[in-house]
């Protein structure tokens, strides 16, 4: 009997979490971190400041759960799973630039607003060096799967290849492209593909190994 009593509960509280985190995502979207207060957060989820605090101990414990929230939503690990499993690095890094222009869009407004507000305000900066520490070691053992299939293009190594990589798919190239020229995200991935395989792959380079 106990038993059913809890599950009930923990569902609740489990949705009522999750509401939270709905909350907190869009007052950054539209207004910043900046904006987005325990007070604010109980307003736009409905309910009262003390049961945001049965939650979350403070705000830098919401804004840390963010970034969780939003991978999950969004499906990071599934959506970014094709590239891990494709044949050879090449594929894979064709696949990452497809799946990266495809997602973007969906997390460009909440990153940026974490991005913009990092300096200033020390939970978002915690947000954002999650963030970034998964691009880096997603970005990297792409670069490296290259690296040990021998095509990695002359010039670099895995460290500043990991680097440039990282800068070319930042938010703001990802916004000039699809905000500020209208790329849609089929063309941004096409041009992606097309500027990664030039820059990060060996010339004489097919199906992901050297030509004889």
Do not use: C, K
Request: no cysteine.
């Amino acid at each position: 009997m106990a038993r059913s009593i809890e599950e009930p509960r923990n569902a609740r509280s489990r949705r009522s979490r999750a509401a939270l985190l709905r909350a907190a995502r869009e007052l950054v979207e539209e207004h910043g971190m900046a904006a987005t207060t325990m007070a604010a957060v109980a307003e736009r989820a409905g309910v009262s400041r003390r049961a945001v605090y049965l939650h979350f101990a403070s705000r830098a414990e919401l804004i840390s759960e963010l970034f969780d929230y939003v991978s999950e939503v969004e499906d990071i690990e599934g959506r970014f799973a094709p590239v891990s499993d494709a044949p050879d690095a090449v594929a894979a890094l064709e696949r990452f630039a497809h799946r990266h222009a495809a997602f973007l869009p969906r997390i460009l407004a909440v990153s940026r607003a974490v991005e913009r507000e990092a300096g200033d305000d020390p939970d978002a900066a915690r947000h954002w060096a999650a963030a970034m520490s998964w691009r880096y070691a997603t970005n990297r053992a792409l670069i490296a799967r290259l690296d040990a299939e021998g095509v990695l293009a002359p010039g670099w190594t895995v460290d500043t290849a990991t680097d440039m990589l990282l800068a070319l798919v930042s938010n703001g190239v990802g916004e000039t492209l699809l905000a500020d020229r209208g790329w849609t995200p089929e063309q941004m991935g096409d041009r992606m593909a097309r500027l990664l395989h030039s820059t990060f792959v060996a010339t004489g380079t097919r199906g992901g190994r050297p030509l004889p």
